[in-house]
């Protein structure tokens, strides 16, 4: 039985630096969309091309673009046993899709991790990061709500579809606290 296993949380929750223990943890790679898009960019691939002139519009990528990266990146041999999902799916109906591709690969979901922030300790942490970064997005504070709220309004709601369908189970975790602390209770958990 494979281990594919979702993390979700909103912007700054803390999921790229819970994902790299919790990959180790459940001895599967970290699948990161964020990262798959900077390598195509950078790469100048098929999909890295498409991208490019998606963003330079200003637009955002359409489903069918990330599902075939994702589907692509699920076929290579290091996935074989499973995958820790990071920044996909980002909606419903890409979480729909990815039920019936790991189904048609005889596989499901084994689990969903989500961490979870209050929003102003989300603001905190991005306002923080964006001084220790340097990262003008993240220091403008309508530019940071509208990442929490893009998250509350597309991504959530994946959460909600995991739970309602009953099938996998859906770890709702506190991520206030040190990485440690989080880590802990993520672990205990999964």
Not at 36 to 51: C, D, N, S, W, Y
Not at 129 to 148: F, G, T, W
Request: aromatic residues 4%; proline residues 5%; glycine residues 10%.
């Amino acid at each position: 039985m494979t281990r594919h296993f979702l993390i979700f949380g909103p912007p700054a929750a803390g999921k790229g630096t819970q994902a790299g223990s919790l990959k180790d943890h459940l001895d599967v790679p970290h699948v990161s969309t964020g990262d798959m898009f900077r390598a195509h960019l950078k790469g100048e691939t098929e999909i890295g091309l498409q991208v490019k002139d998606i963003l330079a519009a200003g637009k955002l990528v359409p489903d069918t673009v990330t599902n075939a990266m994702v589907a692509e990146r699920l076929a290579e041999p290091d996935t074989a046993e499973g995958a820790l999902l990071d920044g996909f799916p980002r909606n419903v109906l890409q979480a729909s899709w990815l039920d019936g591709y790991l189904a048609g690969r005889g596989t499901k979901l084994a689990g969903v991790v989500v961490l979870e922030v209050p929003d102003e300790e989300l603001k905190k942490r991005l306002i923080g990061r964006a001084e220790k970064e340097n990262r003008s997005d993240d220091a403008d504070p309508a530019v940071v709500q509208r990442r929490i709220d893009t998250y509350r309004e597309q991504s959530e709601p994946c959460i909600a579809y995991y739970r309602e369908q009953g099938l996998v189970p859906v770890h709702l975790i506190d991520g206030a606290g040190t990485v440690e602390e989080v880590r802990a209770r993520i672990q205990s958990s999964v």
